[in-house]
C-alpha cells in the first residue's frame, strides 16, 4: 500500500510538473524546431525529461524516507542516472557530437560499474546453462547500459511512444520483482512507471510536448540498471533473457534497422528516419496508431516473458523463437507495403498537424 501512495505521488508530481513546463514562456523553453526528419510540423517543447526525472527523485526521497529503499540503492539509481539526464539535457541544447556523446555515456556507464557494482557476473541461457562472464563481466554491462540507453532514445520519435512502452515496461517488472521477493527493485520499476504516466498525459496523441534526449536516456539507463541488479543472484536471481524480451519490439526495430542501413550504405549512427515505426508513419499510419500497436506488443512481449519465467529450456527456446518469426512477418510486411507504395518510406512523408 505504501509503495502505491508514492507510485500515485510521483504521478502527479510528474503531471503537475509537465503542467508547470507547458506554461513557461516559449523564450525560455528548448524546442524541437521541425526538420526533414522530424514528425511534427511546429516547434514543439522537449522539456519533458525534467519533469519525468524530478517526479522519479522526489519518488526516490520519499520511498528511502518509508523504508522502501535502502540508502545504497538509492544512490546507485539516482546519481549516475542524473547524469545520463544531464548530459541528454545537454544534447537537447547544444546537440552534441556523436562521438563525444557516446564516450560520456561509457564513462557514465563504466562509473556505475565500477563504483556502483552494477556488473553482469553471468547470464542464463535456455539449453546451455550458465555461462560466466568472467573478465568479460566490465565491458558486457557497459556495452548493454550503453546500448539500452541509446536504443531507447532511437524509439522515441513518435508521440506517446516511448513513454507509453515505459508504463507498460515498468509495470511487468515491477508485478515480476514483487512476486519474487525483490520489494526494493520493485519499488524502483513503480517509480519509473510512475513518472512516465504522468509525462504521458501530455504526450499521447496529440502530444503538447516531448521527453526529449534527456528523458528517453534517463528511462533506457533505469530499465538497463533494474535489468542487471534483476538477473543478479544476490538479488531476486531472474533469468536475464526476460528483460530483452520485454524490450523486444524496441531491440528489433532498433537492430533491423541498423541492419539495413549499413547493408544500404547508409551511415548507421547519424540521425535519420527509417525505423520501422517512423515506416509506418511514413505509409500513413497515424502516430495514435503505431504508438497503439507498440503498446500491444509491449503488453503481449510481458505476458511472453512470464510464461518465460515458469517455462522449461525447450519452452522458453520456442518462445523466442515464435518472436523471432513475429518480428521478422512484421518487418517483412512493412517491407512489402512499402514496395507497393514505392519504396522505404512509402509515399510522401506524413505529418500530424499539431
Avoid at 513503480?190 to 521527453?211: D, E, T
Avoid at 542501413?261 to 505509409?283: F, P, S
Wanted: glycine share 14%.
Amino acid at each position: 500500500m505504501t509503495e502505491l501512495m508514492v507510485g500515485l505521488g510521483v504521478l502527479t508530481a510528474s503531471a503537475i510538473s509537465v503542467n508547470l513546463l507547458l506554461r513557461c514562456d516559449p523564450r525560455y523553453q528548448i524546442l524541437d524546431v521541425p526538420n526533414e526528419r522530424s514528425s511534427h510540423v511546429r516547434p514543439m517543447p522537449r522539456t519533458g525529461g525534467v519533469a519525468i526525472v524530478l517526479a522519479f527523485s522526489l519518488g526516490v526521497g520519499a520511498a528511502w524516507w518509508a523504508g522502501l529503499l535502502g540508502a545504497d540503492l538509492a544512490w546507485l539509481i539516482l546519481v549516475p542516472g542524473v547524469l545520463i539526464f544531464f548530459l541528454g539535457l545537454a544534447d537537447d541544447v547544444f546537440d552534441l557530437h556523436e562521438g563525444a556523446k557516446l564516450l560520456l555515456q561509457v564513462l557514465i556507464a563504466g562509473g556505475t560499474v565500477l563504483i556502483g557494482g552494477v556488473l553482469f557476473r553471468d547470464v542464463d541461457l535456455p539449453g546451455i546453462g550458465s555461462v560466466p562472464f568472467g573478465w568479460s563481466a566490465v565491458p558486457v554491462t557497459i556495452v548493454w547500459i550503453v546500448g539500452i540507453v541509446n536504443v531507447y532514445n532511437f524509439m522515441d520519435g513518435l508521440d506517446g511512444l516511448a513513454a507509453g512502452v515505459a508504463v507498460i515496461i515498468a509495470g511487468w517488472l515491477a508485478t515480476a520483482f514483487f512476486l519474487n521477493g525483490a520489494q526494493a527493485l520493485g519499488t524502483v520499476a513503480l517509480l519509473v512507471g510512475a513518472s512516465a504516466a504522468g509525462f504521458l498525459f501530455f504526450n499521447f496523441p496529440p502530444a503538447r510536448i516531448f521527453m526529449g534526449d534527456s528523458g528517453s536516456a534517463f528511462l533506457g539507463f533505469q530499465f538497463a540498471v533494474l535489468a542487471v541488479l534483476g538477473s543478479d543472484e544476490s538479488g531476486p536471481g531472474l533469468p536475464f533473457l526476460f528483460f530483452p524480451l520485454l524490450l523486444g519490439a524496441f531491440l528489433a526495430d532498433t537492430a533491423a534497422t541498423l541492419v539495413w542501413r549499413m547493408t544500404h550504405g547508409e551511415i548507421w549512427y547519424k540521425a535519420h528516419r527509417v525505423h520501422y515505426y517512423q515506416r509506418l508513419t511514413n505509409l500513413g499510419f497515424s502516430h495514435r496508431g503505431v504508438s497503439v500497436i507498440e503498446y500491444g506488443l509491449a503488453f503481449s512481449l510481458g505476458v511472453s516473458g512470464f510464461l518465460y519465467l515458469s517455462a522449461n529450456d525447450a519452452e522458453r527456446i520456442a518462445l523466442l523463437m515464435l518472436w523471432v518469426v513475429v518480428f521478422g512477418g512484421l518487418l517483412l510486411t512493412i517491407q512489402r507495403l512499402e514496395g507497393h507504395e514505392g519504396g522505404v518510406g512509402g509515399r510522401e512523408k506524413q505529418r500530424v498537424k499539431r
